[in-house]
């Protein structure tokens, strides 16, 4: 079965500190994808970053990287110089296999990491 | 068509009353998705529409819980009896195509039901 550990419950930065947010999984999947949203405190969930477990490249969008290693089932997330407005929780996630077909977003999520960047 | 929608945005309802949500997704999307997220928890799938046809149910959806989406557009999820274990926030999504995991799925704000 699909699982997603975020180990880190809570983490408080000072503005402009980079802050890396971990994410393990497991899956016994040979291809997959894993996800990372974002939930302010309005508490829509919204789209970072899908990746297909072929393409082990790291990422970069703007402030923000993704570091997906397979050997360690791992997919990192680093936010460069942080700002306010990047507080909230963050969440990883990985699709369940299911048996309807064509993939859907039934998605297994961690229990999200809270960042709170300090003034 | 600014995202998904859903309505009320909290519902506060006593314990034994039945409940129904409403969700709004995305025009062109044909799949819909409804988790509840508990207080510090992550979300957690309950069911899956594509189009009218609801192809995946959480064991989470219990006999109290009835989700349908009637013309493949708009869909409902009504709780019966609640139970003050239904308070969580309910969160609908939406997503297009066949290739569904290579687009986005889009998140409304979800509903906030408090069983007191």
């Known amino acids: 079965a699909q699982k997603v550990t975020q180990a880190q419950t809570e983490i408080s930065v000072v503005e402009k500190e980079d802050v890396t947010l971990d994410c393990v999984y497991e899956?016994?999947?040979?291809?997959?994808?894993l996800f990372w949203y974002k939930q302010p405190p309005s508490g829509e969930l919204v789209f970072l970053i899908r990746?297909?477990?072929?393409?082990?490249q790291n990422e970069i969008s703007g402030r923000y990287s993704w570091n997906f290693q397979k050997s360690t089932s791992s997919f990192n997330f680093t936010i460069t110089a942080s700002q306010v407005v990047d507080s909230a929780v963050y969440f990883c996630?990985?699709?369940?296999?299911?048996?309807?077909?064509?993939?859907?977003?039934?998605?297994?999520f961690g229990k999200g990491t809270k960042l709170s960047v300090i003034p | 068509d600014t995202g998904v929608s859903q309505d009320p945005r909290h519902k506060i309802t006593k314990r034994g009353q039945n409940v129904t949500f409403r969700c709004d997704p995305i025009?062109?999307?044909?799949?819909l998705y409804w988790y509840r997220q508990t207080l510090g928890q992550g979300p957690e799938f309950l069911t899956y529409?594509?189009?009218?046809?609801?192809?995946?149910k959480s064991r989470l959806l219990s006999d109290r819980f009835s989700a349908e989406r009637p013309k493949g557009s708009f869909s409902t999820l009504e709780i019966q009896r609640t139970e003050q274990g239904d308070s969580a926030m309910y969160l609908c999504?939406?997503?297009?195509?066949?290739?569904?995991?290579?687009?986005?799925?889009?998140f409304g704000q979800g509903t906030r039901l408090t069983v007191v």
């Open positions: 999504a939406s997503s297009e195509g066949t290739r569904v995991l290579d687009t986005e799925a889009f």
């Open positions: 899956t016994r999947d040979t291809t997959y994808y």
């Open positions: 990746r297909n477990s072929f393409d082990e």
């Open positions: 996630a990985l699709p369940v296999t299911t048996y309807s077909g064509a993939g859907s977003y039934q998605l297994t």
């Open positions: 025009s062109e999307h044909n799949r």
């Open positions: 529409f594509q189009n009218e046809a609801q192809l995946e």
